[in-house]
C-alpha cells in the first residue's frame, strides 16, 4: 500500500501566481519529508526538505509546509516561473536508520507564461 | 553540486540478453541505491548499500543483482533480460540518511 501520496497528478498555474503542490502520507513514522523536482530525461533534483519537528521551511520561492496532525505536507512556489515546470515528488523517510525513502507518484507542473 | 552518472542512458535490447547498468558517484558517499520507476508511477528501492562490500534487496523485488567492489562503483546487472524489465532505473548517493543525489536514468526497453 502506497505511504506516501500526491493524488493531483497535474496542475497549471500562470507565470507569477502561487503554486500549491500537496502530498499526503499515511505513515506516523516519518520523520523526515523532502521535494524532488525531476526534468525529462534527467534524475530528481534535491529541492527542499523538513524535519518532523518543524511546520515550516523556506528556501527562497519555496516553502514546504507540514501539518502532523493531517499528515500532511505542501510546497509552496512564489512566484511560479515557466523554468520551474517540472514534476514533483513528494519523499519521507521512516527514521534516521532507514534504507530508503518513500516516494509519492509526483505531480507535473506546467507554468503558463 | 552533485556529481553521479549513469550509463547507457538509454538501451534497446533483445529478450535473453544480460545487460550491465553502470552507477559512479565522485563524491566519496558511502550510501548508494538504485531504484525502479515506470511512467506515472512512483520510485521503488530495489537495491542499496551503505558500503564496499554491502549489498541489500530493497522494498520492491527484482531479479537483478548488484555488486559493491569500489566506493564510487555500483553497477546493476540482469543476468537474462525480458519484457518485464522494460523501466527506468535510477541510481542515487548519499552521505547520510538525509538528501539522496540521484543521476540521469537509464531508460531500458526489451523488446
Known amino acids: 500500500d502506497q505511504q506516501v501520496k500526491q493524488n493531483s497528478p497535474s496542475l497549471s498555474v500562470q507565470e507569477g501566481r502561487i503554486s500549491i503542490l500537496n502530498c499526503d502520507y499515511t505513515n506516523s513514522m516519518f520523520d523526515y519529508f523532502l521535494w524532488y523536482k525531476k526534468y525529462p530525461a534527467e534524475g530528481p533534483t534535491f529541492l527542499i526538505s523538513?524535519?518532523?519537528?518543524?511546520d515550516k521551511n523556506e528556501d527562497g520561492r519555496f516553502t514546504v509546509f507540514l501539518n502532523k496532525s493531517a499528515k500532511h505536507l505542501s510546497l509552496h512556489i512564489v512566484p511560479s516561473q515557466p523554468g520551474d515546470s517540472a514534476v514533483y515528488f513528494c519523499?519521507?523517510?521512516?527514521?534516521?536508520?532507514?534504507?530508503?525513502?518513500?516516494f509519492g507518484t509526483g505531480t507535473r507542473l506546467t507554468v503558463i507564461p | 553540486e552533485a556529481d553521479i552518472y549513469q550509463t547507457p542512458r538509454y538501451l534497446v535490447i533483445g529478450t535473453g540478453k544480460k545487460i550491465t547498468l553502470e552507477c559512479s558517484q565522485t563524491?566519496?558517499?558511502?550510501?548508494m541505491y538504485w531504484y525502479q520507476q515506470d511512467p506515472g508511477m512512483e520510485l521503488h528501492l530495489i537495491h542499496y548499500?551503505?558500503?564496499?562490500?554491502?549489498?541489500e534487496k530493497g522494498d520492491l523485488s527484482s531479479e537483478s543483482t548488484v555488486s559493491r567492489i569500489r566506493t564510487e562503483h555500483f553497477p546493476l546487472t540482469l543476468e537474462s533480460a525480458r519484457p518485464s524489465h522494460t523501466s527506468q532505473y535510477l541510481c542515487?548517493?548519499?552521505?547520510?540518511?538525509?538528501?539522496?543525489?540521484f543521476g540521469p536514468g537509464t531508460r531500458l526497453t526489451v523488446t
Open positions: 563524491m566519496g558517499h558511502d550510501k
Open positions: 519523499a519521507a523517510r521512516e527514521g534516521t536508520g532507514a534504507n530508503n525513502l518513500f
Open positions: 523538513i524535519s518532523s519537528i518543524k
Open positions: 542515487a548517493s548519499s552521505a547520510d540518511s538525509y538528501e539522496q543525489y
Open positions: 548499500s551503505y558500503g564496499v562490500n554491502s549489498t
